[in-house]
């Protein structure tokens, strides 16, 4: 079973939405995948998602309330096959302390995408529109992103 962090910088907006939406997706076709998710930031650890992230994602059937900030740590470039970037400063970010030993493949979720946007915008101190986009970009790549796995399963 292939495994899967994604990262943002709070892991309180768009990562929690990411690893919700993915683990729900991969439920409906029947892929088995570990998804979790993580900030490079430490402020918000311990905290449940935004409840803007976890109103929108529920009128989309995503229950996310679950969830818990945690910050990325060194032990997740050995124990996730893919590091997932929402943005390229989370990329960046999560570079500058990568081992080089790391058994992990780092990317940006929107590589998956089937749009032109490279990132997931940071929806924090925007408005709710800010938040619906956020999901429709996630919803988006999650479909690239488990083709991917699939073919790689395969
Ligand atoms: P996230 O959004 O990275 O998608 O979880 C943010 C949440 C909090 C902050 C920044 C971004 N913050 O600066 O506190």
């Not at 790391?102 to 940006?108: E, G, V």
Request: glycine share 8%; net charge negative; aromatic share 8%.
């Amino acid at each position: 079973m292939k495994s899967v962090l994604f990262v943002c910088l709070g892991n309180i907006c768009r990562s929690p939405a990411a690893e919700g939406v993915v683990a729900h997706k991969a439920e409906e076709i029947g892929l088995a995948i570990r998804c979790e998710s993580a900030g490079t930031g430490r402020w918000h650890v311990g905290r449940a998602p935004d409840r803007r992230m976890r109103e929108a994602a529920k009128r989309r059937g995503i229950i996310i309330c679950n969830q818990r900030a945690r910050q990325l740590e060194l032990a997740d470039f050995y124990e996730f096959d893919y590091i997932v970037a929402m943005d390229l400063s989370n990329q960046a970010d999560i570079l500058s302390i990568a081992p080089a030993n790391r058994s992990c493949d780092i990317r940006l979720f929107l590589d998956f995408g089937s749009g032109e946007e490279r990132e997931v915008p940071d929806p924090y101190y925007g408005g709710d529109q800010g938040f619906e986009h956020v999901l429709d970009l996630i919803e988006d790549a999650a479909t690239g992103f488990l083709d991917h796995i699939e073919k790689e399963d395969r």
